[in-house]
């Protein structure tokens, strides 16, 4: 029986494009000691207009605003959030925790009473927060458990962020096979399908059953903290059995697009004489050839090659669509993937 993990830990700024508040913004006598102003606005008459620091007007965004409360978004997770009105003369915070945050509503009704009994109007909201490196130090876990031969064949894959907490895990890639998640909740998932799990530290176990014994199986994951980083993790790139595939094949590389590194799943089947010799080759979209990966005998069984976006000299290629390409003996078939610059 062969078995392949590989755990490609992305960290969400070149994941997702965000990255968790880490400072930014000046010093604010304001707001509590260990955290930064992050973002200040006033109340205009019939809207929340920002006003410092300079640089951060992009970061929260207030909707549904009025003289009583609204509602605000953040495009980045922040942590150790306050955010501090003022009415009048009087002044009241919210105190989010540590745990990163993205999205929240305020009101002015944590402002003391006027005479009249009514809170006052809020005249300026402020955004203190700090970073969030010390809530995730680390990227969510993924590992393969245990492995039952079965039949039928099924596998025990644990995800974890035991500080920072999960928030989700999506289902990028299945074939053949049933998914469940949590393990022993009786809910089963396709590709494609996001299964929030509202910030858990607990491990959270998901057990992959094989459908056709005789044909191959794949599960890519990818589990996300609450600090945006992210895991994307392929506990199981095999037949889940003891024999070869029937056939040749060459799948669809992942992640694609990528930038800057992508992995070619491929598979070769027993044959009755040698062991077949195989060329993976790449090529731009003028059929030029760009760069070889494998030109050598393959035993029979599922494998893997990764191409980091250079050519055989060894130089970075321009972004764009590339085919690449397997021949082994009479077997030929050929895929597009798409490099990101």
């Known amino acids: ?24 913004g000046n010093p604010n006598k304001s707001c509590p000691q260990g955290t930064d102003l992050i973002a200040k ?29 609204g509602d605000w978004t953040s495009t980045i997770p922040i942590c150790h959030l306050y955010i501090i009105l003022k009415g009048g003369n009087k002044t009241c915070e919210i105190d989010y925790g540590a745990n990163p945050v993205y999205s929240g509503s305020f009101s002015n009704t944590c402002l003391p009473n006027n005479p009249s009994g009514k809170p ?10 700090g970073s969030c490196n010390g809530g995730c130090p680390n990227p969510p876990e993924c590992e393969l458990v245990s492995t039952d031969p079965g039949p039928p064949t ?20 299945l074939t ?21 799990l509202g910030g858990i530290t607990d491990a959270v176990y998901l057990e992959a059953v094989k459908i056709d014994p005789n044909s191959s199986s794949s599960l890519v ?17 095999t ?36 062991i077949t010799n195989v ?3 790449i090529f731009d979209i003028t059929g030029r050839e760009v760069k070889t990966l494998i030109n050598e005998p393959i035993e029979p069984g599922q494998h893997s090659v990764a191409w980091d976006g250079t050519n055989d000299r060894g130089e970075i290629v321009a972004g764009g669509v590339y085919i690449y390409r397997m021949v082994a003996g009479h077997f030929v078939q050929t895929r597009r993937m798409i490099l990101m610059k």
């Not at 029986?1 to 930014?24: E, T």
């Not at 005249?123 to 203190?128: E, L, R």
């Not at 903290?225 to 506990?235: A, F, K, N, Y």
């Open 1 to 24: 029986m062969r078995f392949k993990l590989f755990a490609l830990i992305i960290l969400a700024v070149g994941f997702m494009a965000s990255s968790s508040y880490a400072g930014k």
């Open 279 to 281: 060329t993976l080759k």
């Open 154 to 173: 099924t596998i025990l894959v644990r995800i974890q962020s035991p500080i920072g907490g999960l928030t989700q895990v999506e289902v990028v890639t």
């Open 176 to 196: 053949n096979a049933t998914v469940e998640i949590p393990k022993g909740s009786g809910s089963y998932y396709n590709e494609g399908d996001i299964v929030s």
């Open 120 to 129: 006052p109007a809020i005249s300026n909201i402020q955004f203190c927060g």
């Open 41 to 69: 606005f006033n109340w205009s008459g019939s809207s929340y207009v920002f006003e410092k620091p300079a640089g951060n007007e992009n970061i929260i965004t207030i909707t549904n605003g009025t003289e009583d409360g």
């Open 221 to 237: 994951i990818e589990t996300t903290d609450e600090c945006g980083q992210s895991t994307v993790c392929d506990p199981v790139y």
């Open 239 to 274: 037949t889940l059995t003891g024999v070869a595939p029937n056939g040749f094949a060459l799948l669809q590389n992942y992640p694609n697009p990528f930038n800057p590194t992508t992995t070619i799943h491929f598979n070769v089947a027993q044959e009755i004489s040698e």
